[in-house]
């Protein structure tokens, strides 16, 4: 079955740690592929998306994220987080061109410790 | 990017009744989305509402239980029927983008408790 994996489900991190999260997508086609965060009760808000181009991806708040097709992979990076990047994150894939269908990963909880 | 308003933020339902929860665009749009986000779980879409014809409902999903209203370009519902336990959820609605290349738009979700 067409999924999205995202292995950590709880991350817990020091303030100025390096953070990756993994996000693995099993579609073979072109597909379109997005990091969101969820801050503690607030709606989605958008880090960085990928449709095309230079695979290394910027977003925003010091994000960054490198799509390698040929691992199927789209993982967020951070060389150093801050108490405020505690959220959840969601890795998002569009694989159906032309549509705003997003398929989920199961998000990643993340806590920086102060 | 467009402002999304999703009424109620929360609510506290009996089981066997039913919610609606609406969705409103400040701006007009073609498609319109309905996920599910269960507790610790990812989100899931529900359906695609798009104005002028029936909604489309993903795998799993039915009508009969999540009936969906698309009367114009700026506004959808989303009912929840004859709610169980099962149903707890934050529901969300989301719209297209504003162009190619441009991502989805989330509303801040309605937090649904059944007892």
């Known amino acids: 079955a067409q999924s999205v994996s995202q292995h950590n489900h709880h991350v817990i991190l020091s303030e100025a740690a390096s953070l990756e999260l993994g996000c693995n997508y099993s579609?073979?086609?072109?597909?379109?592929l997005f990091w969101y965060v969820q801050y503690p009760g607030q709606h989605l808000q958008l880090l960085l998306k990928?449709?095309?181009?230079?695979?290394l991806v910027k977003g925003i708040k010091g994000f960054e994220a490198e799509f390698i097709k040929s691992k199927f992979s789209f993982n967020l990076r951070k060389p150093s987080v801050q108490w405020s990047d505690t959220a959840e994150y969601f890795c998002?894939?569009?694989?159906?061109?032309?549509?705003?269908?997003?398929?989920f990963g199961t998000g990643t909880r993340l806590k920086v410790l102060a | 990017s467009a402002v999304i308003s999703q009424k109620p933020s929360r609510d506290i339902c009996q089981r066997g009744t039913s919610l609606t929860i609406q969705c409103q665009v400040d701006?007009?749009?073609?498609?319109m989305f309905w996920y599910r986000q269960q507790p610790g779980q990812s989100l899931t879409l529900i359906a695609t509402?798009?104005?002028?014809?029936?909604?489309?409902?993903e795998s799993g999903f039915v009508i009969d239980k999540f009936p969906i209203s698309r009367p114009n370009l700026t506004f959808s519902t989303l009912t929840v029927s004859n709610m169980s336990p099962e149903d707890s959820s934050i529901y969300l609605c989301?719209?297209?983008?504003?162009?190619?290349?441009?991502?989805?738009?989330f509303g801040q979700g309605t937090r649904l408790t059944v007892v």
């Open positions: 989301s719209v297209e983008g504003w162009t190619v290349n441009t991502e989805a738009f």
């Open positions: 579609y073979g086609g072109t597909v379109n």
């Open positions: 990928y449709f095309s181009g230079d695979p």
């Open positions: 998002a894939v569009n694989p159906f061109s032309g549509t705003y269908k997003y398929i």
């Open positions: 701006s007009q749009v073609t498609m």
């Open positions: 509402a798009n104005q002028g014809s029936e909604a489309t409902y």
